[in-house]
């Protein structure tokens, strides 16, 4: 992709009227809102301040490069302004910036835009290509100006290709590189290409890994290493350390290699540099401090439970399309072809369900050792009961506690085995961290599941026997949960909880969470409609968006008015949900499919009654979020 494919006449302000940093990048923004390339400019500046509270991105020599990979932003785009004066942007070097490129790209931006846009930073590194850029007198000049530089440069990644090593006569020194920023669009590249620059002109062979947005590039590899004299590791974010192991490595920010690139050779090669030593009780720390917690383990059991729960749940949902006996034999509705449906949903889908989920908690706490004994545990939950009548045995809750059984007895395992001689060491994976992980999850899993199949029986007893006033209670807490966080941890803890009395055979749950989940995109989608002057064009052109990413089931369709505007969009939305949440409970309505928002609604338990009765609850609630919404809002100044 071309970088003029993303930077137009219409995002281009060849005269800046801000004279401090936050003016810029709001003058900016504002450009590419005009521009219709941004959902939310509030929330897109959000993001850029969070990237500039990480490190500067005024990189010195007058050039800033505000970015950002952002929910808010529709479609990648550079903005470009110019500022004659200049003014403080806080740049690495001090001086004043005159050059502002703000990079917008979208969260889920493909490797084409990716590259464009680190393309551009590596641009302007070239001295003569910021200065055709200060000069040009029109915007058409700006353009050209990028298009003649496209032109004779085949961009960073093939440059860097090219680049990775450069060997000379006047030295014979081999010095290794790896650059990283936060985002990986700018920084990283713009890094990576100054080294490679100055190296040249120094003399001096170097190779430059970069780990950036689309990946590593020029990876460094075991032969590099091992015969590099220095290392240079140039990076605001993690990167893989434990392969320098007793290496000299200069540890530095990225922003230094492009502001102080001459240093950090010379330093490189007059071998000022301090002998790495890698600490694996921290990276083990690391590591299990970004898997670490209750909520991100059952999170990690409960993603990969989902399409079991959902394919399960919907192809039993059409089953019924032929009767509710349709898959019995002995029925007068019996079809043959429902049978194989239910069969699928019912007796493979559903049945893995609880075994998946324990699998991939214990996969999470322990890695790959603890996956089998979770599943084995999450079997057993659900097959071996030891009490009467109860053939689901322990179920979800069970399959819950099977999960991080199996996960913390992998790892004391692990532990015990970990002084055995190297000889002996790939016998582990393959022998004795299976056989010893699944008898002793088994064992205990064995004993104590007959306690948890009488409690998770209890529970469902309680919950079945309520009514009334108690029920709709309930469903006021699920619905206020499903839209408090929109997709997040408390969201995430309703729908489990309505999988679980799905699991269980128990309906409404389902129907209640699934109703107020699509209450907050709806809502502020018909408040977008019926409030049109207290939302700006592009909010308006967004809340079309929503109005499909409610009736999917898709709360996190509201997170861009949430992220713009929190204390009015949330409080909004938790009221309508919750009432949603209590109208289906009032109204005591079933749906055995687990997702599919509005075009599964036809599978409501019930009949005709009760499919109106769930579309009303579901659009009392969202016009109840839309008027607060709107009532909480202020007018804006102009309509956009």
Not at 91 to 110: K, R, V, W, Y
Not at 448 to 459: C, K, Q
Not at 470 to 485: K, R, T
Request: with cysteine; proline share 4%; hydrophobic share 45%.
């Amino acid at each position: 992709m071309k970088i003029i494919q993303l930077l137009t006449e219409e995002t281009i302000i060849l005269n800046l009227d801000a004279t401090s940093k936050q003016q810029v990048l709001e003058e900016l923004a504002g450009q590419l809102e005009q521009a219709g390339k941004l959902v939310d400019r509030q929330a897109f500046l959000q993001d850029i301040l969070v990237r500039e509270s990480q490190s500067t991105t005024g990189i010195g020599e007058g050039i800033a490069i505000p970015h950002a990979k952002s929910l808010a932003v529709k479609t990648p785009a550079i903005a470009f302004g110019r500022s004659e004066h200049g003014l403080d942007y806080e740049s690495l070097d001090g001086q004043p910036a005159h050059l502002f490129f703000m990079i917008a790209a979208t969260e889920g931006a493909n490797d084409d835009h990716l590259e464009a846009l680190s393309r551009l930073a590596t641009f302007l590194m070239d001295e003569k290509f910021r200065s055709l850029i200060l000069a040009a007198s029109s915007k058409q000049e700006v353009l050209q100006a990028i298009t003649d530089k496209e032109t004779e440069d085949e961009g960073p990644e093939q440059a860097f290709a090219e680049k990775a090593e450069t060997r000379t006569e006047s030295s014979a020194k081999k010095i290794l590189a790896v650059t990283a920023c936060p985002t990986g669009i700018a920084h990283t590249y713009m890094a990576a290409e100054k080294l490679n620059e100055r190296a040249k002109e120094l003399g001096i062979t170097l190779k430059v890994e970069t780990n950036g947005s689309s990946g590593v590039k020029n990876r460094l590899t075991d032969e590099e290493i091992k015969e590099a004299e220095a290392i240079i590791v140039a990076a605001d974010t993690k990167v893989d350390m434990a392969r320098f192991d007793g290496k000299p490595v200069i540890q530095t920010a990225v922003g230094k290699a492009i502001y102080e690139t001459d240093n950090l050779l010379n330093r490189a090669v007059n071998n000022d540099a301090p002998v790495y030593k890698h600490d694996r009780s921290k990276d083990e720390a690391s590591s299990n401090e970004g898997k670490g917690g209750f909520y991100k383990h059952l999170m990690n059991g409960v993603s990969n439970m989902l399409p079991f729960v959902v394919g399960g749940g919907i192809l039993i949902a059409i089953s019924f399309f032929w009767g509710i006996n349709a898959s019995n034999p002995e029925s007068p509705e019996y079809n043959e072809f429902a049978a194989m449906l239910n069969t699928i949903g019912g007796g493979n889908a559903f049945f893995l369900m609880v075994p998946v989920l324990a699998g991939f908690i214990a996969m999470s706490i322990a890695e790959r050792p603890g996956f089998a004994p979770g599943m084995v545990g999450g079997l057993i939950a659900i097959t071996v009961t030891g009490v009467e009548g109860a053939s689901g045995g322990s179920g979800f809750l069970g399959g819950l506690i099977a999960g991080f059984l199996a996960g913390y007895v992998t790892l004391l395992v692990k532990k015990a085995f970990s002084r055995l001689p190297n000889s002996l060491e790939g016998l582990n994976p393959v022998l004795f961290f299976p056989v010893f992980s699944i008898a002793i999850t088994g064992i205990i899993m064995m004993l104590v599941n007959p306690e948890l199949t009488n409690v998770y029986t209890g529970i469902s007893s309680f919950l079945e026997s309520l009514g009334g006033t108690n029920l709709v209670l309930v469903g006021l807490l699920l619905g206020g949960m499903m839209a408090i966080d929109m997709g997040g941890p408390v969201n995430k803890a309703a729908y489990t909880f309505g999988i679980a009395m799905l699991d269980a055979q128990n309906f409404n749950f389902i129907a209640t969470v699934m109703a107020a989940g699509m209450v907050p995109p709806l809502g502020v989608a018909i408040s977008t409609t019926l409030f049109k002057n207290k939302f700006t064009k592009p909010e308006r052109e967004a809340g079309k968006t929503a109005y499909v990413l409610g009736a999917s089931f898709i709360t996190e369709g509201v997170i861009p008015f949430a992220a713009a505007d929190p204390a009015r969009v949330i409080p909004a939305s938790v009221a309508g949900a919750a009432v949603t949440g209590a109208l289906v409970m009032l109204f005591d309505i079933g749906l055995r499919a687990p997702h599919g928002g509005i075009f599964v609604i036809g599978l409501v338990d019930g009949g005709a009654a009760n499919i109106l009765m769930y579309a009303i609850a579901i659009l009392v609630g969202s016009f109840i979020t839309a008027i607060i919404l709107g009532l909480l809002k202020k007018k804006i100044a102009v309509a956009a």
